[in-house]
């Protein structure tokens, strides 16, 4: 199983989270996030992280030729789409980001509750790699992770797309979240954090040392 750490606003976070073995960092472009980081601040050590990190950027209605320089300058290795896309849209993109030297793969990600279901995977074809399924209130400052539906991670993944399983995750529920998601990666913003915008190192170690050991 996989482990992505998202919401990650900061060199040192992604470092502690990359050395205790994440094989995902998010960073969050979009500028009503409150952990969003700004491509001129990015700059200054998203490029720079390991040739091993694979870092997603996050997105939501940004052009496609600004998402693929942006991707390119990042080095990024994903980029994660959120909010309703249309298979139109997420198509274009495809297509825009073809034109780096190295495509970046696409997730693209479904709110639980939100006004795209799991009958919404099948339409997105080709044009997204994987589906991440969370609940859209573990984006709030100060929120505390609740209780979700994991085995919809299940469900989605019949619709032939792997799976990033998000929603209330910590390192106490995080076995019973693979058990009964089965995904192909777990991931985490809230349950790791000591602010919005810093992230708790031993907090992520727990997390990834129980997940791993979950395999």
């Given at each position: 199983?996989?482990?992505?750490?998202?919401?990650?606003?900061?060199?040192?976070?992604?470092?502690?989270?990359?050395?205790?073995?994440?094989?995902?960092?998010?960073?969050?472009?979009?500028?009503?996030?409150?952990?969003?980081?700004?491509?001129?601040?990015?700059?200054?050590?998203?490029?720079?992280?390991?040739?091993?990190?694979?870092?997603?950027?996050?997105?939501?209605?940004?052009?496609?030729?600004?998402?693929?320089?942006?991707?390119?300058?990042?080095?990024?290795?994903?980029?994660?789409?959120?909010?309703?896309?249309?298979?139109?849209?997420?198509?274009?993109?495809?297509?825009?980001?073809?034109?780096?030297?190295?495509?970046?793969f696409i997730i693209k990600a479904l709110a639980f509750p939100g006004p795209e279901t799991l009958?919404?995977?099948?339409?997105?074809?080709?044009?997204?790699?994987?589906?991440?399924?969370?609940?859209?209130?573990?984006?709030?400052?100060?929120?505390?992770?609740?209780?979700?539906?994991?085995?919809?991670?299940?469900?989605?993944?019949?619709?032939?797309?792997?799976?990033?399983?998000?929603?209330?995750?910590?390192?106490?529920?995080?076995?019973?979240?693979?058990?009964?998601?089965?995904?192909f990666a777990l991931d985490v913003t809230s349950g790791v954090e000591k602010s919005t915008r810093?992230?708790?190192?031993?907090?992520?170690?727990?997390?990834?040392?129980?997940?791993?050991?979950?395999?």
């Amino acid at each position: 199983m996989k482990i992505k750490i998202c919401g990650i606003t900061n060199r040192e976070d992604a470092v502690w989270a990359l050395n205790d073995g994440a094989h995902f960092i998010g960073v969050d472009f979009r500028k009503r996030s409150p952990r969003c980081v700004l491509p001129a601040d990015a700059k200054d050590w998203v490029p720079d992280l390991p040739t091993f990190a694979s870092v997603v950027g996050l997105f939501d209605d940004e052009p496609g030729n600004v998402i693929a320089k942006l991707a390119a300058e990042m080095n990024l290795k994903g980029v994660q789409f959120n909010g309703p896309q249309t298979p139109q849209r997420l198509r274009g993109l495809r297509q825009a980001l073809a034109i780096t030297e190295c495509p970046p793969f696409i997730i693209k990600a479904l709110a639980f509750p939100g006004p795209e279901t799991l009958e919404d995977i099948p339409r997105w074809g080709n044009a997204v790699d994987y589906v991440l399924l969370y609940d859209p209130a573990e984006t709030k400052p100060g929120h505390i992770p609740r209780p979700f539906d994991w085995s919809l991670a299940v469900a989605a993944a019949a619709h032939g797309k792997p799976v990033f399983l998000g929603g209330g995750l910590t390192a106490e529920n995080v076995r019973e979240v693979a058990l009964q998601g089965q995904p192909f990666a777990l991931d985490v913003t809230s349950g790791v954090e000591k602010s919005t915008r810093h992230k708790n190192p031993a907090k992520m170690r727990d997390f990834i040392t129980k997940a791993l050991l979950g395999r």
